[in-house]
């Protein structure tokens, strides 16, 4: 198989669009937070319990009136262990699902958009995925999933709390909704730090590229609200929308001063590591990504235009450890990778533009 | 560099441990640092221990009232979900409610943590379409009332009127 043929096979369908505002935002998502009623909680229920929830959602959406297009059901404990971190590392099923075999499940569509985590934390957790920043489209999807389940299954829903979930951080919309923000620019002039402490004043929560608890790499951070109760879905979405904006702006704002004040430099700057990833044979994750950020910020800028500018969408998931050990069909140790890792990364460099 | 456990393989795992603010720097190989790290799984992301936080939040109760927190938690003891069986007790300490029925059980001490969390405590968002029943109209109602005081205030009469007639019908729905 070609390395273009893997890598379309490999991420997700959904992620071959560009998407609005692609320069500065590279994907969209909303969760949204379920339980049904008088069933224990996940890390309470019985098997009987879990067992009902997988079957009972899983007949919801077949039986609903809308559908969900071509999906399938995957239980958890008949993944490979390695097959469970390749999608974590493709961001469809959360780390706690990955660990946990008790009845857990995941139904997801073929173009990988939309997956529905069954028996996580909450009994039900539908995800909307899209390319750039999409936030209206991705709610839309997740709503209407949302409805289509509901049309079969009792959820457990208070007219004063809202939607009710296992912690007490998701209570009310239930609903997380994030962007995945590439913001060089902001990282060079050494203005992230101010930006993204006001982000954090206004009540909206700044992550790493997987998450709670993880660092920022490759100048990719994760922005999402943090309320979900006494707000709606429309204004947290706005919110998040409108933040989202002024990011952007002022990211755009310090490409802009970058160009201006030393153009030579950022051009040096882009190309060496372009030079780096085109003829590196060992190369850890933490580089790479800080290395793909700079090449992707030179096509972006018309600096290097031989390359796809999708390099950096395609190669975030792909050279995760988990994806390589997959790709090589082994296990690798951490120095194994480092080098499957560089010839993947000099193989796709080479990919031209709309070859 | 090679690993400071085995002294053979490179290390490729660095930590850094600050202890009673004293820095120290551990350098591991890889099959090290799996054995020493026992649980922590290096490829997935640990998580921020959220119910920790959160139990923090369910403590600031002490710091106001002392007297009065002890006696609602002397009470809060016996306190328990009689479908999941989950105490007050366990759900302070994990931060998880253990059904549905965990929410009227707790919802003394569920009130002040939520509004701790959120700021609010009144869910402002969707409804579910069949079993939502008269909320749904409810909130439409209140929506539309909002709608009818912006029309009056921009003077846009006839908008307002068809506005009000739709309110009558679903408040009709009500009854």
């Known amino acids: ?355 | 560099m090679t690993c400071e456990e085995c002294n053979k393989r490179p290390a490729t795992v660095h930590f850094t441990k600050i202890i009673n603010n004293e820095k120290t720097e551990v350098h591991l190989c890889e099959k090290c640092a799996k054995e020493k790290g026992g649980d922590l799984d290096f490829n997935v992301d640990p998580g921020f221990p959220i119910n920790h936080f959160l139990s923090g939040l369910m403590d600031v109760d002490k710091s106001l009232d002392s007297k009065q927190f002890n006696k609602d938690l002397g009470q809060s003891d016996k306190l328990q979900c009689g479908k999941c069986n989950l105490t007050y007790n366990q759900f302070s300490q994990i931060s998880r409610l253990g059904c549905s029925n965990c929410f009227t059980v707790f919802s003394k001490h569920l009130n002040p943590l939520l509004k701790r969390i959120h700021g609010k405590t009144s869910h402002m968002g969707k409804v579910p379409k069949r079993t939502g029943g008269n909320l749904r109209v409810k909130k439409r109602i209140g929506e539309m009332k909002e709608e009818l005081q912006e029309c009056i205030k921009r003077e846009e009469f006839e908008r307002a009127a068809e506005i009000r007639d739709e309110i009558r019908k679903l408040e009709n729905e009500l009854d």
């Open chain 1, 1 to 355: 198989m070609t390395l273009k043929k893997y890598i379309e096979d490999a991420s997700a369908k959904w992620m071959e669009g560009s998407g609005p505002d692609s320069k500065y935002v590279i994907s969209t998502r909303v969760r949204l937070a379920r339980n049904l009623k008088d069933i224990p909680h996940p890390f309470l229920a019985g098997d009987n319990d879990t067992e009902k929830v997988v079957k009972d959602v899983n007949e919801a959406i077949k039986r609903g009136s809308a559908g969900l297009g071509e999906h399938k059901l995957l239980w958890t404990r008949d993944l490979e262990p390695i097959d469970r971190k390749v999608l974590v590392e493709k961001h469809l099923i959360s780390p706690l699902l990955a660990k946990e075999d008790r009845n857990s499940a995941i139904i997801v569509r073929e173009d990988q958009a939309i997956s529905v985590m069954l028996n996580e934390e909450d009994h039900i957790r539908i995800q909307c995925l899209f390319p750039g920043l999409q936030l209206d489209k991705a709610f839309e999807y997740a709503d209407q999933i949302d409805d289509l389940i509901e049309e079969s299954v009792d959820y457990a829903f208070d007219e004063e709390w809202g939607y009710l979930t296992t912690c007490p951080t998701n209570v009310g919309t239930g609903m997380r909704a994030s962007v995945m923000l590439h913001l060089p620019g902001l990282v060079m002039t050494g203005q992230i730090n101010r930006v993204l402490s006001a982000v954090g004043q206004v009540g909206l929560a700044v992550r790493g590229l997987y998450g709670e608890g993880t660092e920022m790499v490759g100048n990719i951070v994760q922005l999402s609200n943090q309320i979900t109760l006494g707000q709606s879905e429309k204004d947290i979405l706005e919110k998040l929308e409108g933040v989202t904006r002024q990011l952007i702006d002022q990211e755009e704002k310090a490409r802009e001063d970058l160009l201006q004040k030393g153009e030579e430099k950022l051009a040096d700057k882009v190309g060496r590591a372009y030079g780096q990833l085109s003829y590196a044979r060992i190369i850890s994750t933490n580089e790479a990504m800080g290395l793909l950020s700079s090449v992707r910020l030179g096509c972006d800028m018309g600096f290097l235009k031989e390359v796809d500018s999708k390099i950096l969408n395609d190669l975030l998931v792909l050279i995760r450890p988990a994806n390589l050990q997959k790709m090589a069909e082994k296990e690798l140790t951490s120095e194994e990778r480092d080098i499957k890792r560089a010839n993947l990364i000099r193989e796709r460099i080479n990919i031209k533009k709309d070859a």
